[in-house]
């Protein structure tokens, strides 16, 4: 059997999204379906994701395969982001994965979410970048180095994702926010006029809820929700790109990865090119359905895991791990 016949499922089940993917052995994608969560006025609530979850598993599955054209009995191992992320959540990603594995006598891969997230970066053609990972519960510079994915900054109190939500969920935008935000600002019609905001940087570490706090009193004020939006964008997205800068002046690294939903942003992907472009550093993102939590990310790096004997025959000691950090994994398979 080739390669090419050869195939990995893997499923996202961390928060939000519901994902199934299929990629051959040659790490090629064929299939990267998701079904999120969302909603027009209230936040996130994990029991209430875990029923979304359950309701579109199945259906993802099929959709995943006949996309692939592949059938189930192709399936050689099973990819699981079992790591970090809302336990209801991943506890039906997991059931889902275990069901499936022990029907098609398969072993499961257990992935960490956020370094699929980092790892999926490579298929941009970065070899050796800093990262700047910004999603909705991380926001972390992090950089590769002996067997490690070290952290050299990070958010004190929110995710950027998160705070962006909760911001939009308190101007009655629902979920998820970024979105929103991002055109509000882009409609905004004071750009000369940035409102001046708790811009925070510690070294290498961000801070939000100062920000967090100014914009709600400034909202109960009044004040145009597209000039907060507009000032808020350009106040945490030039924190990051500052803090991105840092780790590359300290790591004398070359190359810039953005990662995580929130490097959707086209306003943060503008920020860092032009920073990287007075740097002469080479900048690099990935496109949407793979900067957005996604099954490919996780089948990507679980194939490589896999492939490094990584994989696991016995399902019981595969587990959930709701708070695992990015810099406790040991790579084990580069
Ligand atoms: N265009 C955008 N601008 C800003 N934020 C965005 C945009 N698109 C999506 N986001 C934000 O991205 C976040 C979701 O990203 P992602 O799916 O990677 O995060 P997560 O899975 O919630 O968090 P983590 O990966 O840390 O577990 C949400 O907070 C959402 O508002
Ligand atoms: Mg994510």
């Not at 072993?107 to 070899?127: D, R, W």
Request: aromatic letters at 8%; a neutral charge.
């Amino acid at each position: 059997m080739t390669n090419k016949q050869k195939y990995l499922l893997a499923i996202e089940s961390t928060a939000h999204t519901f994902g199934v993917a299929v990629l051959d052995f040659d790490k090629k994608i064929l299939a990267n379906i998701t079904d999120s969560w969302v909603s027009e006025s209230g936040g996130m609530i994990p029991i209430e994701v875990r029923k979304h979850h359950k309701i579109v598993s199945e259906k993802l599955y099929k959709q995943a395969l006949e996309k692939a054209n592949i059938t189930e009995d192709k399936i050689e191992a099973v990819a699981l982001s079992n790591a970090p992320g809302l336990a209801p959540c991943l506890l039906e990603g997991m059931e889902f994965a275990k069901k499936l594995a022990t029907k098609l006598n398969v072993q499961i891969v257990g992935v960490n979410h956020c370094i699929a997230h980092l790892e999926i970066g490579e298929t941009t053609g970065a070899k050796d970048p800093v990262l700047l990972y910004a999603s909705g519960a991380n926001t972390q510079v992090i950089a590769y180095e002996a067997q490690k994915y070290r952290i050299f900054g990070e958010t004190l109190d929110l995710g950027i994702g998160n705070f962006i939500d909760t911001i939009a969920r308190y101007f009655g935008l629902g979920f998820p926010g970024g979105p929103k935000i991002e055109k509000l600002a882009q409609e905004c019609k004071n750009k000369k006029e940035l409102i001046e905001l708790a811009y925070s940087v510690k070294g290498m570490d961000v801070s939000f809820s100062g920000i967090q706090t100014q914009i709600k009193n400034l909202y109960d004020k009044k004040t145009p929700i597209e000039d907060l939006a507009y000032s808020l964008q350009e106040t945490v997205f030039a924190m990051l790109t500052e803090v991105a800068e840092r780790a590359l002046a300290h790591t004398g690294k070359k190359e810039l990865l953005l990662g995580g939903g929130v490097a959707c942003n086209a306003r943060l992907q503008e920020m860092c090119q032009i920073m990287c472009n007075e740097r002469g550093v080479k900048f690099f993102c990935p496109p949407k359905p793979l900067l957005v939590d996604n099954a490919a990310m996780i089948g990507y790096l679980g194939l490589k895991m896999f492939k490094a004997r990584l994989g696991e025959s016995n399902l019981d000691k595969i587990d959930i791990k709701p708070r695992e950090r990015t810099d406790e994994v040991q790579v084990n398979w580069k």
